[in-house]
């Protein structure tokens, strides 16, 4: 384990600076009488330096499960092996999005085990507010053990704290304050008619404001020897798994200013929300020091392990590591025996997931396959993805599909019921595996494969949302695909750039994200029809989104809002119990289609490009082929690599001018694409013209009888005459021009002037007056003999 010296942080305790001019007066007395030196002292000073052991965990989400007690057993490790005091925090999202066992109580039994554990402090993140405000400063703050910290949580309209900014906590002599905060894109993250009486705002300025109270030198308003700062708040879900922090500073938004703006008086930092993984000793801008930044992943699978080396008497941080520790294996017998905490942890967990069965171990459907979120990192193995991790929420998938199927079928039946379903990708907290095997801690033994019980449904949706339907005009539906790029409301990228909607699959659209933002969606289709910008659409979701959640806030302009009282979790449980055995659909609803020519004439080539044809659920299909039709007809097909294909087709010239769609389908998910395009008819080729040229006397005689040339221009299958000139040229088409005339009712003359004597060749060239319906022509030879 890395050890990085840090230069001294200045923290201006009044106990502090007793402490030193004790030290100070104690090293002169001792001077005094032994006649030592101060640089002894010093050295015995550094030697009594404390090693302070921070435990942090991140996005727990209430995992009672078969793993907790290896997760409680792991904090016991880790706090037996530290050298001195030890604190356990938490950067939040302790609760919300629970499995089953602990979402059936209210996640009673996670703050059980969090206070077995002896949690010493928290951060709120936006899931403690997925039951409202006044759940978490009433039932969860009273069953908590631990303080509930939100520096930059506040009454709404005010600057007024609505929790508890800090926490002073004793470690070995030193008083660590520890200073909460959670992601100001909370107001977006949870129904906002649970927290109607807030506002979050920015979390490093509320650190800062706490971090320079807490060092003022004023013990009345709490002074604290070092400081650590809990943020619900992380590296960004736009950057790549295993970005280095250089690049994730770069990538801008919520975590470089954590970075680079956290005030220096703060000596180590935890962060959550995004459940990313890392270890990074961080330079504080502007210092020539470090100090660690850690955030553990999710779901109690490692814990994240920061030691920070501090001389007690200045409360200097000289050193410190950073790490993430993964979950133990060994067994829980032995860690229940070696630690108390842990044997409390298994009480807590037996007796909830006993509850739990009860009810939770009722088989409720089939399936006939996986079901399940996006997954990132995984590959296609003989033509099927596989591998990876789960919940990329920027892909399509094919649990939000099914998802958003079952909110527009419960709903359909209502008066005035939905046409349409639609889904967030964060709602979705589980899978649904064919293989029992594959639930993990989640399985219920003896279920058979294939099917799913009542708790592994209620995995999926464990929020207790209510369903609701709202009215979008056919424009506002266009601009809520708009909004999967994300913008919050103060018009800032979110940690998240990109949420991927789930839609019925009666939806399907087309997008550019090379286009400017705002007209990225090119084509819309619903029922296979294209969707009418003046038209009104019923769309079933969850309340949380039809309040405008995860900044999909064109919901709140929608009209005809009704809040069914309907639980996202019955209403799922019946849709898979009625379409049992349910199979996935690996057709995808959103696919990029990039280079459509604004209009396409009839009778020429068209060429685009089309990716992300290929869904990354596991047991998708990998994509081979892509058809075209138009009007039915087959009129193309292109190989696809990778999801992407070039398309090339040659639209009939007989196709009428208008709107026209281009019909592509993928094989083998079936995935079918709507190329809608503007076709302009081919041009009429024009009438065929015949110039006949007749010289009026075959023998010229110079003065005294000289020829005329009679051109006569005809149009075949017509009584038109043409229109234009005529050319005559001695020789051929391209010879010498003699004169020119022009048509009278289709017929052109020439007389001819002094010619040299001998046999002289005319031709006649009709030049039309439109040659784009009428075509010119040539005419035959003509020879005149000239005497004298």
């Known amino acids: 384990?890395?050890?990085?010296?840090?230069?001294?942080?200045?923290?201006?305790?009044?106990?502090?600076?007793?402490?030193?001019?004790?030290?100070?007066?104690?090293?002169?007395?001792?001077?005094?009488?032994?006649?030592?030196?101060l640089a002894p002292a010093a050295a015995t000073a550094a030697d009594d330096a404390v090693t302070l052991t921070l435990l942090g965990?991140?996005?727990?989400?209430?995992?009672?499960?078969?793993?907790?007690?290896?997760?409680?057993?792991?904090?016991?490790?880790?706090?037996?092996?530290?050298?001195?005091?030890?604190?356990?925090?938490?950067?939040?999202?302790?609760?919300?999005?629970?499995?089953?066992?602990?979402?059936?109580?209210?996640?009673?039994?996670?703050?059980?085990?969090?206070?077995?554990?002896?949690?010493?402090?928290?951060?709120?993140?936006?899931?403690?507010?997925?039951?409202?405000?006044?759940?978490?400063?009433?039932?969860?703050?009273?069953?908590?053990?631990?303080?509930?910290?939100?520096?930059?949580?506040?009454?709404?309209?005010?600057?007024?704290?609505?929790?508890?900014?800090?926490?002073?906590?004793?470690?070995?002599?030193?008083?660590?304050?520890?200073?909460g905060a959670v992601t100001e894109e909370t107001a977006s993250l949870v129904s906002p008619a649970g927290i109607a009486d807030l506002d979050f705002g920015d979390p490093v300025t509320a650190v800062n404001r706490v971090a320079a109270q807490l060092t003022d030198g004023d013990e009345g308003n709490g002074e604290a020897d070092v400081l650590v700062a809990l943020y619900h708040e992380g590296a960004g879900a736009g950057t790549p798994d295993g970005a280095t922090l250089e690049q994730e500073v770069a990538a801008g938004g919520a975590f470089a200013?954590?970075?680079?703006?956290?005030?220096?008086?703060?000596?180590?930092?935890?962060?959550?929300?995004?459940?990313?993984?890392?270890?990074?000793?961080?330079?504080?801008?502007?210092?020539?020091?470090?100090?660690?930044?850690?955030?553990?992943?999710?779901?109690?699978?490692n814990i994240g392990v920061i030691t920070l080396t501090i001389d007690p008497?200045?409360?200097?941080?000289?050193?410190?590591?950073?790490?993430?520790?993964?979950?133990?294996?060994?067994?829980?017998?032995?860690?229940?025996?070696?630690?108390?905490?842990?044997?409390?942890?298994?009480d807590i967990v037996t007796a909830a997931r006993a509850a739990a069965a009860e009810v939770g171990n009722t088989a409720v459907a089939e399936v006939s396959a996986d079901i399940t979120t996006g997954f990132s990192g995984?590959?296609?193995?003989?033509?099927?993805?596989?591998?990876?991790?789960?919940?990329?929420?920027?892909?399509?998938?094919?649990?939000?599909?099914t998802v958003a199927d079952m909110l527009r079928d419960a709903l359909s039946v209502l008066p005035n019921g939905a046409v349409i379903g639609v889904t967030n990708p964060g709602g979705l907290r589980a899978e649904l595996w064919d293989t029992q095997a594959e639930f993990g801690a989640t399985a219920i033994p003896g279920l058979a494969d294939g099917t799913i019980s009542f708790s592994q449904a209620n995995a999926v949706l464990p929020f207790n949302n209510t369903l609701a339907l709202v009215t979008l005009t056919g424009a506002q539906f266009r601009t809520l695909l708009e909004q999967q790029w994300q913008r919050d409301a103060n018009g800032n990228v979110p940690s998240r750039p990109y949420l991927q909607l789930g839609l019925s699959d009666n939806v399907a659209y087309t997008f550019d994200p090379?286009?400017?933002?705002?007209?990225?969606?090119?084509?819309?289709?619903?029922?296979?029809?294209?969707?009418?910008?003046?038209?009104?659409?019923?769309?079933?979701?969850?309340?949380?989104?039809?309040?405008?959640?995860?900044n999909f806030r064109v919901f709140t302009e929608g009209t005809g809002y009704v809040d069914t009282g309907l639980l996202d979790y019955e209403a799922w449980v019946d849709f898979l119990a009625d379409g049992s055995p349910v199979a996935p659909s690996f057709a995808r609803h959103a696919v990029q289609v990039s280079g459509v020519p604004t209009t396409a004439t009839a009778g020429t080539t068209v060429s685009f490009s089309v990716a992300g044809l290929d869904l990354t659920s596991r047991g998708a299909p990998q994509n081979t082929t892509l058809s075209a039709t138009l009007g039915g007809q087959p009129v193309g097909q292109a190989t696809v690599s990778g999801g992407a294909a070039t398309v090339s087709v040659t639209l009939p010239a007989t196709l009428a001018a208008g709107q026209a769609s281009l019909t592509l389908t993928a094989q083998p998910s079936g995935t079918v694409v709507t190329v809608p395009l503007t076709v302009e008819a081919a041009p009429v080729p024009p009438t065929a013209s015949t110039t006949t040229l007749v010289p009026v006397f075959p023998v010229h005689?110079?003065?005294?009888?000289?020829?005329?040339?009679?051109?006569?221009?005809?149009?075949?299958?017509?009584?038109?005459?043409?229109?234009?000139?005529?050319?005559?040229?001695?020789?051929?088409?391209?010879?010498?021009?003699?004169?020119?005339?022009?048509?009278?009712?289709?017929?052109?003359?020439?007389?001819?002037?002094?010619?040299?004597?001998?046999?002289?060749?005319?031709?006649?060239?009709?030049?039309?007056?439109d040659p784009t319906t009428v075509a010119g022509s040539t005419s035959n030879a003509a020879h005149v003999i000239v005497l004298k």
């Open 514 to 550: 090379a286009l400017p933002e705002g007209q990225r969606i090119t084509s819309i289709t619903v029922n296979g029809q294209p969707i009418d910008p003046a038209g009104t659409y019923r769309i079933g979701t969850f309340t949380f989104l039809a309040a405008g959640g995860d």
């Open 57 to 179: 965990i991140n996005d727990f989400h209430g995992r009672i499960d078969a793993n907790t007690v290896k997760f409680a057993g792991t904090i016991e490790q880790l706090r037996a092996q530290a050298e001195g005091p030890v604190l356990f925090l938490s950067a939040g999202d302790n609760i919300g999005a629970s499995l089953f066992a602990s979402a059936v109580a209210k996640d009673q039994p996670t703050i059980d085990v969090l206070n077995a554990l002896g949690l010493q402090a928290t951060t709120v993140g936006n899931h403690e507010f997925d039951r409202g405000w006044a759940d978490l400063s009433g039932r969860v703050a009273a069953a908590s053990d631990y303080p509930q910290l939100g520096a930059n949580v506040y009454y709404a309209g005010t600057q007024t704290p609505a929790l508890d900014e800090y926490a002073l906590l004793d470690a070995g002599g030193l008083t660590v304050g520890v200073i």
């Open 378 to 401: 995984g590959s296609y193995v003989d033509g099927v993805y596989t591998g990876g991790a789960r919940d990329d929420r920027a892909s399509e998938s094919t649990l939000g599909n």
């Open 701 to 769: 005689i110079n003065r005294l009888l000289p020829t005329t040339l009679v051109a006569a221009v005809t149009l075949p299958g017509s009584r038109a005459t043409a229109s234009g000139t005529v050319e005559f040229r001695e020789g051929g088409a391209t010879g010498a021009l003699v004169g020119t005339a022009t048509l009278k009712k289709g017929v052109a003359t020439l007389r001819l002037g002094i010619l040299s004597r001998g046999t002289h060749a005319y031709t006649a060239v009709f030049v039309p007056s």
């Open 1 to 37: 384990m890395p050890t990085h010296p840090s230069d001294q942080h200045e923290v201006r305790s009044p106990r502090r600076s007793r402490l030193r001019r004790a030290v100070a007066g104690f090293a002169a007395v001792a001077t005094a009488v032994a006649g030592l030196a």
């Open 313 to 346: 008497a200045t409360g200097a941080v000289s050193a410190h590591t950073e790490r993430n520790a993964a979950r133990t294996t060994d067994g829980d017998d032995a860690l229940i025996a070696a630690y108390p905490r842990a044997a409390a942890v298994n």
């Open 257 to 301: 200013d954590i970075v680079e703006d956290t005030t220096p008086a703060v000596s180590a930092i935890f962060t959550g929300h995004t459940h990313k993984q890392y270890a990074w000793s961080a330079p504080i801008p502007g210092t020539g020091r470090t100090r660690p930044i850690v955030q553990t992943g999710s779901y109690g699978e």
